[in-house]
């Protein structure tokens, strides 16, 4: 099993930043890919940005540019860098990890992020 600890989240102003830290613990050998993935009210959840165990990073169109997605693999944590959000950034992001070891997917609890001046 793994767990996942979100946090950072939160109210931001359009232009701002903001930044995301998911931290994995528990079977963190079987992890093959972590990222972030958002549910907006009444959407279903979408893809943002995730990372392959060897580093290559992959974003959604509507956050390239503007969100960077890094990783402390001593600390098993990924980082969502978010520059000059939008409203439509606004969301419950989910960390998501993809995993060799039961039940294979696993998500964070959520943590809401607010764009809005």
């Known amino acids: 099993q793994v767990q996942l600890v979100e946090s950072g989240g939160g109210l931001v102003q359009p232009g701002g930043s903001l930044r995301l830290s998911c931290a994995a613990s528990g079977s963190i050998f079987g992890i093959n890919t972590m990222g972030w993935y958002r549910q907006a009210p009444g959407k279903e959840r979408k893809f943002v940005a995730i990372i392959t165990r060897a580093g290559t990073i992959t974003y959604a169109d509507s956050v390239k540019g503007r969100f960077t997605l890094s990783r402390d693999s001593a600390k098993n944590t990924v980082y969502l860098q978010m520059n000059s959000p939008e409203s439509e950034d606004t969301a419950i992001y989910y960390c998501?990890?993809?995993?060799?070891?039961?039940?294979?997917?696993?998500w964070g609890q959520g943590t809401q992020v607010t764009v809005s001046s």
């Open positions: 998501y990890v993809g995993s060799t070891v039961r039940p294979y997917v696993y």
